[in-house]
């Protein structure tokens, strides 16, 4: 599976982006998908994720009710849409695939090169 992220930019706290996720190769309906998020000198950490059928999801508490992930198999594309952005959401967001849904970034198997997302306050 290949994963292709964007639509990360900067924005302004308060904001709201939109990130895609396209995905070719194997079926991906196969997967379920995760979004994570690292920023400057801190690991890598879980933002959400989404069975392969789009009707479970989880979030990390620090975006809970403010992030939404969700999934169109029919386009091989998963999304996040952020709102209420704050400063501390500023990090490289990554999507991924893997055959379990799993917050551990160590059960992805496939992983996108990752879009920037910035919000200034």
């Known amino acids: 599976v290949q994963l292709q992220a964007c639509g990360g930019g900067l924005v302004q706290a308060g904001g709201s982006l939109r990130l895609s996720c396209a995905a070719s190769?194997?079926?991906?309906?196969?997967?379920?998908m995760g979004w994570f998020r690292q920023a400057p000198g801190k690991e890598r950490e879980f933002v959400a994720t989404?069975?392969?059928?789009?009707?479970?999801?989880a979030y990390a508490d620090s975006v809970k009710s403010r992030f939404t992930i969700s999934r169109v198999n029919a386009k091989n594309t998963v999304y996040l849409q952020m709102n209420s952005l704050k400063p501390e959401d500023t990090a490289v967001y990554f999507c991924?695939?893997?055959?379990?849904?799993?917050?551990?970034?160590?059960?992805?198997?496939?992983w996108g090169q990752g879009t920037q997302v910035t919000v200034s306050s």
């Open positions: 991924a695939a893997s055959t379990v849904r799993a917050n551990n970034p160590r059960a992805y198997d496939y």
């Open positions: 190769g194997r079926t991906f309906n196969s997967y379920a």
């Open positions: 989404i069975n392969w059928s789009g009707d479970i999801t």
